[in-house]
């Protein structure tokens, strides 16, 4: 099986309430992104784990969360959802070198109401 | 920091012309790694191709691009679009940070080929 899983496809928040994205791999990948895609911008890096090590980015390090218990599975979390965490969510794995491809999740679309 | 840059967000053109997506790039690493992604419509992207070689041209499923470092560029080509390659093309640059690799993408490019 060479393909990433994303839950749900489709998720509905309000405002100030916790929400919670789950991927998962079956490849053995030691990498995991996320990434947060709006209409026509660039896909952003929200944070990764190489391995057991979580790296986030600088001006999203205080609005999501992530853990991973293994190797295959890593979740997003946001503690308290507002209307600008309304996006596409990508979850992406690679083997976390230069040239490793990247394989991706089909998305979940998440709208914050 | 490390950037991408598709100067086009939409492109659309008749099938049988050719096609051409811009990339550039800005990196503090002398050896990029550039990539192409290709999303279809309710799909995930996937890669397309990729290099590090300057000049040299790199070719998979009819596109074709060639790095220079020069320019900074990794622009796509096809010679002749298809209907089926209608989708969201996102360039895309290896950087580093924190002691691993991750990718850094344009904001896509979405081509709609007419018959």
């Known amino acids: 099986d060479t393909t990433v899983k994303q839950n749900p496809r489709y998720k509905l928040a309000r405002v100030g309430k916790p929400v919670n994205l789950i991927c998962s791999q079956t490849?053995?990948?030691?990498?995991m992104y996320w990434y947060q895609k709006k209409p026509n911008q660039a896909p952003k890096l929200l944070l990764f784990y190489y391995d057991k090590i979580l790296n986030r980015e600088a001006d999203t390090f205080e609005k999501f969360q992530s853990s991973r218990p293994n190797n295959s599975f890593c979740s997003l979390y946001i503690g308290s959802a507002g209307l600008e965490y309304s996006a596409m969510y990508l979850c992406?794995?690679?083997?976390?070198?230069?040239?490793?491809?990247?394989?991706f999740g089909s998305g979940t679309r998440l709208l914050v109401i | 920091g490390d950037s991408v840059t598709q100067t086009e967000g939409l492109v659309t053109l008749t099938e049988g012309l050719p096609v051409m997506l811009n990339c550039t790039y800005q990196t503090i690493y002398s050896n990029p790694f550039l990539f192409w992604y290709v999303q279809h419509l309710n799909e995930s992207p996937r890669l397309l191709l990729k290099?590090?070689?300057?000049?040299k041209r790199t070719e998979h499923q009819g596109f074709h691009a060639t790095l220079h470092k020069s320019s900074s560029s990794f622009h796509l080509q096809k010679s002749s679009a298809q209907l089926s390659d209608s989708a969201l093309y996102y360039c895309a640059l290896s950087d580093r940070t924190s002691g691993s690799w991750q990718l850094i993408f344009g904001s896509g490019t979405q081509l709609t080929v007419m018959p």
């Open positions: 490849m053995n990948h030691d990498t």
């Open positions: 290099s590090f070689t300057d000049n």
């Open positions: 992406a794995s690679s083997r976390g070198r230069v040239n490793s491809d990247y394989t």
